[in-house]
């Protein structure tokens, strides 16, 4: 049974996780997405792609004109972002923050070696659970500079774990 103070403590802690985030987007900074990340990560996961990491082939075979990085390398790029957008990891106050997963994850549009992209987070809603810990669903899209279309539209969901 959870105490009238813990209620009070979880709303306080509801509102604070709202403010941190805000009521508006975050935005990142750009980022300029070089082929050695490219292949840096593409040796990490042994995706040997052509279309990722063999540039001549790329300029004359790719329907991109290019190499492009991959919509996996795209999606590990949040945390990153994230930290840019927000200036740290998680709120004051965190633990831990547990990466739970995604609802939705959308690859709409390439992004191309050279290309600048940046995150655009959304805080979508916060839920409080047991033992101190709150579910945080963000809308995140990674936007390519210059183009209409982002690159990575998800719904991404972590646990803020406080200690109580």
Partial sequence: MTSVASKTDSVARVEAIWQFYGDSPRVSDWLAVTQEMVNQYCSSVLDSDW??????????????????????????MLPYLMRMAVGTDFPPGTVAGINYG?????????????????????????TPRENGQYMVRTESTVEVESRDKPALVADWKFLLVYRD
């Fill in 102 to 126: 995604f609802d939705r994850i959308r690859f709409p549009g390439p992004v191309l070696i050279g290309a600048r992209i940046r995150l655009r987070l959304k805080l979508v809603d916060v």
């Fill in 51 to 76: 279309m990722h990491i063999d540039v001549d082939r790329s300029r004359r075979d790719s329907p991109f004109g290019g190499t492009v990085a991959p919509g996996f390398w795209t999606l590990s």
